[in-house]
Structures are given as C-alpha cells and as structure tokens.
C-alpha cells in the first residue's frame, strides 16, 4: 500500500513563506507525476502545481512566480515552497502522486491534506 504523509502546513501572516513535504513510501515500482492540489472551503478542489519524474513543472496561473514545487526522487519526497503568500491561498493542500506498483499497477494516492490558513 502506498502513503503520502504531508508535513508543513500552518498559519502564517500575508506576505509570508511556507514550505510544504510529501513523502511516499511503501512497496512502489516508481512514482511518475507528483503534485500539489488545494481544496478552500466551499469550493472545488483545484491544481496548484505539478512535476513530473524528469523534473518538468506545471503551475496554477494563481501561484506561478511564488511558488516552486520539487522532488527528491531519492527519498520520495515533494516539496511546495510557497512565498508571497495572500489570503486567497487558504486552504487544504493536498499531495497526490501517480504511482506504479506491483499489485495495483498504476494507481493515483492523496495525502490526508495539510491545512494552510493566511491571517492578519
């Protein structure tokens, strides 16, 4: 079975930084795209930003020029680093990865969320 275990979520004041983890772990043959998706309250849950095995990027227009998703392919791991932040940022981030394993193929895995909240 695979997990996603997020860390680095928080409060933090407008104009801020926040660095955001997800480590995979369990029996995986490779991990191909990992991201980053967030879900505000009453709204749907979006993309916030993308990459794949060979480090290609893809962001949000929201939150391109301030936030800066990599992997550690070594230890599984994605990072969000996240500056300027703004109010509308709120919300629950999630970490999500395309997986290959050896019992269920590829598959696709979320992290339990990690809570961001922008306050004066």
């Known amino acids: 079975q695979v997990q996603l275990v997020e860390s680095g979520g928080g409060l933090v004041q407008p104009g801020g930084s926040l660095r955001l983890s997800c480590a995979a772990s369990?029996?995986?043959?490779?991990?191909?795209?990992m991201g980053w998706y967030r879900q505000a309250p009453g709204k749907q849950r979006e993309l916030v930003a993308s990459?794949?095995?060979?480090?290609?990027?893809n962001y949000a227009d929201s939150v391109k020029g301030r936030f800066t998703i990599s992997r550690d392919n070594y230890k599984n791991t994605v990072y969000l680093q996240m500056n300027s932040l703004k109010p509308e940022d709120t919300a629950v981030y999630y970490c999500n990865a395309i997986v290959w394993t050896a019992v269920t193929g590829l598959g696709e895995y979320w992290g339990q969320g990690t809570q961001v909240t922008l306050s004066s």
């Open positions: 369990g029996r995986m043959f490779s991990i191909n795209t």
């Open positions: 990459i794949t095995s060979g480090g290609s990027t």
